[in-house]
């Protein structure tokens, strides 16, 4: 054999071996695993979908809002009836609470557009943009989940997001004059003179 052939066939063996085990990386390559493309966390518990899960924490400090999708698959209605950081001290809270979630149906979890608020209290360094916290969600039916969600700056795109339910304006009462409508001059009818 000739050495450019020689040659030639050692370039072609290095370039099929290259080629064919590129190929057998199998059913464990990253491609067939399951992953979150996004910020958000996702989970399951029981029949309920967990989705896009995300704290939002002002830079003030205080509690941090809960960001979330939840699809209720089964044929019956369940509830959400506590949220909170696994192993804090105080609990979270759930507006409105419980929160029902209609069988076949999405609900969201904070944001102007939402079906409820949610929030979760913990330390001050825990809850720091960018750090990861376990996050319990707790169900009627469904049981409990617990979700590492990432805790994001209360910045673009979350900038709108408040860890505080939004409050409801005040109510003017009815039917009670305002102290503009009262006058102060007395009515005097006229007196006939003379």
Request: with cysteine; charged share 10%; aromatic share 4%.
């Given at each position: 054999?000739?050495?450019?052939?020689?040659?030639?066939?050692?370039?072609?063996?290095?370039?099929?071996?290259?080629?064919?085990?590129?190929?057998?990386?199998g059913?464990?390559?990253?491609?067939?695993?399951?992953?979150?493309?996004?910020?958000?966390?996702?989970?399951?518990?029981?029949?309920?979908?967990?989705?896009?899960?995300?704290?939002?924490?002002?830079?003030?400090?205080?509690?941090?809002?809960?960001?979330?999708?939840?699809?209720?698959e089964?044929?019956?209605?369940?509830?959400?009836?506590?949220v909170?950081?696994q192993?804090?001290?105080?609990?979270?809270?759930?507006?409105?609470?419980?929160l029902?979630?209609?069988?076949?149906?999405?609900?969201?979890?904070?944001?102007?557009?939402?079906?409820?608020?949610?929030?979760?209290?913990?330390?001050?360094?825990?809850?720091?943009?960018?750090?990861?916290v376990?996050?319990?969600?707790?169900?009627?039916?469904?049981?409990?989940?617990?979700?590492?969600?990432?805790?994001?700056?209360?910045?673009?795109?979350?900038?709108t997001?408040?860890?505080?339910?939004p409050?409801?304006?005040?109510?003017?009462?009815?039917?009670?004059p305002?102290p503009?409508?009262?006058?102060?001059?007395?009515?005097?009818?006229?007196?006939?003179?003379?």
């Open positions: 054999m000739s050495r450019s052939r020689a040659a030639c066939a050692a370039a072609l063996g290095v370039a099929l071996a290259a080629l064919v085990t590129g190929c057998s990386g059913f464990d390559t990253p491609l067939y695993k399951a992953y979150s493309p996004g910020e958000g966390a996702n989970s399951e518990a029981g029949s309920i979908k967990i989705r896009n899960v995300v704290l939002v924490a002002p830079e003030s400090g205080g509690p941090a809002a809960v960001v979330a999708a939840f699809y209720n089964s044929g019956q209605a369940d509830q959400l009836v506590d909170a950081i192993g804090a001290e105080q609990p979270g809270t759930v507006t409105p609470s419980p029902e979630l209609p069988a076949g149906e999405l609900v969201l979890v904070g944001g102007t557009d939402a079906d409820a608020q949610a929030t979760v209290t913990g330390p001050a360094d825990q809850l720091a943009p960018g750090n990861f376990p996050v319990q969600l707790s169900f009627r039916d469904a049981g409990t989940a617990t979700v590492n969600v990432l805790v994001q700056p209360q910045a673009a795109p979350y900038a997001i408040s860890p505080a339910p409050t409801p304006p005040a109510a003017t009462p009815v039917g009670i305002t503009t409508e009262l006058t102060a001059e007395p009515t005097v009818a006229p007196t006939p003179t003379g």
